[in-house]
């Protein structure tokens, strides 16, 4: 009688353990790749510098993070080091960030 109780509680068991299985939210495994954080370099050539106003002007490809089409138009920098040793016509590749309302470009490279 009592090997008879104990089955009918593992069975009990089982099934409340199944049910809660069943219910508990399945994570998205694909989220890290549409992450808002996620880096985007952008391909663009220098048309423009101007560094004591920490502005460069870049003919760019795309940036879809942000939903631009590809453009020539003047960006600030975060960092006005990242011009140091820019030059028109330069091949470089760019990050952009919206920064209270403004975008900058935060990350700035020769392209590979
Ligand atoms: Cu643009």
Redesign the pocket.
Known sequence: MFSFFIRGLAIALLTLSTAFAQTTPIKPAASAASAPTAIEWVNGEITKLDAPRSRITLK?ER?ASIK?DA?T?PFKVKDKALLDGRKVGEKVQFVVRMDGGDLFITQLRSMP
Do not use: A, D, L, T
């Open positions: 760019h940036i631009m453009m138009m």
